[in-house]
């Protein structure tokens, strides 16, 4: 059987054979300078990518600072309630507006020459007025520069710097149906808990998107934190492991499985005791009032790791993680992420969630460090690419319905990958 | 010899002499990777934390997300995972140097001292050093056994840590 959306193909980065089951990817692909220049122009120049969740400009003049895919944003809420995403540059001679990470301000005052620009953008403000004509900036061109597109999802607020790219909401196509799944916990909207945790790995990109949906690297790579879990009174109920992956169009892709830790939602362990176990089942009567059993179920107790093409994961596990991350270089990468999670979640709630983040997730936890570890690791193996050419992502190719620990989940992404940097451009 | 006196002789009052001392050999057993002997340093409820970057002074594990938030359980657990070969992050072992210097007694209530340090704590592994530097903020709480950390908040001054990639060591 030919795997759904496999192309037969042997191409520059991939080969994908549908009737021999097996699926490589080129080495080059993670090294190679070019490489890194044209996934500029076509994938992060193209794609939409996350830059906030509402929450973050809650208030009016709230503003965040943030580096997206190598350019410095403004995210606020202006005083009228608008959010938007500016570029931090002044339209004069291009220092930034805007040096703090966060807050709340009604304008921003680039400090060089003290122009000052209103929250919405507008410049409102110059030393010296009466030396420019009376009709400069009649045009807007002096005002803060938008970014191209900003359009959002359930809260969740994405950029895009082709003017002409198609809307946010086509998009996100089949991906929505698991957004809603994660966002449909909570009642009164989903909140980034305070604290971001901003690391860096030295590898490529790439190999975090296959990283974040990998189920089959757990039993070695994470031996200690399953150890940790065996050790932990109460901090398992007797859910098996047992679930699948999904190409969703478009690159993006999921693993959906039960899986035996404790959900903040409705997946009680013992060690959340008594008053525990009446919040869960609080939050399960309330969701299969409004959604029904079967869906109350799945969002309760169903855990997913989403890829959001190209480089957003949302991870639906122990707790709920939002993690973004940016190439640097072929082997460097930013990675921004935040614990996120209802509004209305009563504090004893918020603390079990915050306690399981940590236990696996973040670069100080029981597990990311050691993903680390192995992706460096993998880059580092890759300087052998001249003896050793290709990767393998075979696994569960050929069957009928790929579980969590196949690959096919990191093919959906490659053959995405592929296609945005393989196509024909007149343009180029 | 008066109650009073008797009862000061049975836990007797802490300089910062008597701090460094401890606090030295705090950083030499972690240095040494003597993990087992670094975490009976600790009460049965202790905790060790080391919030995000972004963390303020109000910042708590309950209302924020940290890098590290362990009760004295998980801690043990970090030990019991560090000193295995599948702590991938840190096999082979990476070596470290902790430095602790301008220790201060911040206040006493009973035999519980409020101890700050800053550090530097150096990380090398596959040719790479990292630095981490910033403060601890300890609650150290004095027995018939000694000193024993009942508190340790270890706060980065950092933007972020992106210059060392993970806290896979105690820092």
Redesign the interface.
Known sequence: MIEKQSSNSRGLYIIDDGDRGLFKVARTAFVEPQVFAQEQKRIFERCWLYLGHESEVAKPNDFVTRAIAGRNLIFNRDGKGVINAFYNTCTHRGAFVCREARGSSKMFQCFYHGWVFSNEGRLIDQPGKDAYPDKFNEDGSSNLARVERLENYRGLYFINYDRNAISLDAYLGGVKEYIDLVMDQAETGMEVVGGTQQYAIDANWKLLCENSIDGYHAATTHATYMDYLANTAGSMTNVGMGGGGKQLGGGHAVIEYSAPWGRPVAQHVPAWGEDGKKDVAAIMDRLTQKYGEERARRIGLMNRNILIFPNLVLNDIMAVTLRAFYPLSPDRMHVNAWAIGPREESGAMRERRLFNFLEFLGPGGFATPDDVEALEMCQRGYKNLRGVAWNDISKGMLREKPGTSDELQMRAFWRQWNNLMTAQEAAE | MSQTMQKEAASPAMTRHDFEDFLYLEAALLDEWRLNEWLALFTDDARYM??????TDA?T?????????DDR??LG??V??LN?K?????WPRSKTRHTVHNVRIRSVEGNAYAVTCNFVTYRTK?DITNTYIGHHEYKIVVGPDGPKIAEKRSILDL??????????III
């Open positions: 080391v919030p995000s970057t972004d963390c910042s594990p309950a209302n924020s997300l940290f890098y590290i938030a359980f998980r657990e970090r019991v995972r295995k599948m702590a991938h992050a840190e596959n933007d972020s840590i992106r210059a060392l990639g993970k806290i896979s």
